[in-house]
């Protein structure tokens, strides 16, 4: 069974950084391409980053590019979302996405 364990979530203010870790089980997480998503409050889920197999490859939405970086450790079957200069815009609950299971997620407050 695929599990997915999202942390690191919290309330921050403007300007503040937070790591968001998924702890990934049941299913080869190396091989695996790992996607965050987020879903604020009254919107749609909004895709975030993404990361895959092989060289690493990382993708990021232009609302957070320059701000986030994905990473994967591999040996840890860990996926991370290190968030920088955070705003009141990426206050949402963070969710990791491995082979179309969804972890339960993370709050991530970012007050003005």
């Known amino acids: 069974e695929v599990q997915l364990t999202e942390s690191g979530g919290g309330l921050v203010h403007t300007g503040g950084s937070l790591r968001l870790s998924c702890a990934a089980s049941?299913?080869?997480?190396?091989?695996?391409?790992m996607i965050w998503v987020r879903q604020a409050p009254g919107k749609g889920p909004e895709w975030v980053s993404a990361i895959n197999t092989g060289l690493g490859s990382t993708y990021y939405a232009d609302s957070v590019k320059g701000r986030f970086t994905i990473s994967r450790d591999n040996a840890k079957n860990t996926l991370y979302l290190q968030m920088n200069s955070l705003k009141p815009e990426d206050t949402a609950v963070y969710y990791c996405?491995?082979?179309?299971?969804w972890g339960q997620g993370t709050q991530v407050t970012v007050s003005a």
């Open positions: 049941g299913f080869t997480f190396g091989s695996s391409d």
């Open positions: 996405l491995g082979l179309g299971a």
